[in-house]
């Protein structure tokens, strides 16, 4: 499973966290400032997941036609984090297709 971090998450936090998957970041690409539209149509084809604390990508793109998932994170304040830690694996490793799911309130 092949799995990108997006830049606006503790990156040490969940490169560690998904110890065992493909995971990159955003930073590693080199894809540092790009917006949703192009970040997500570079993500097409080359990932299966997509790991954000965007909480306005699902209103603000067209995500039906993608073939990857998003998981969408509610913080990105480590204290929180640890405490849905296991949450967040167990949801990566059940979501497929193009699912869109939201870990938080």
Do not use: C
Request: proline share 3%; charged share 25%.
């Amino acid at each position: 499973m092949r799995i990108l971090i997006d830049e606006n998450l503790p990156i040490s936090f969940f490169t560690e966290l998904l110890v065992g998957f493909d995971t990159k970041t955003i930073k590693q690409l080199g894809w540092d400032g790009i917006k949703n539209g192009e970040l997500l149509s570079r993500i097409e084809g080359n990932f299966d997941i997509f790991v954000t604390g965007d909480k306005n990508i699902q209103f603000q793109q067209n995500l039906s036609d993608r073939s990857f998932a998003i998981v969408e994170i509610y913080t990105n304040r480590l204290p929180r984090l640890r405490g849905v830690a296991k949450l967040i694996v167990a949801e990566i490793g059940n979501i497929s297709g193009n699912e869109y799911k939201k870990i938080g309130p």
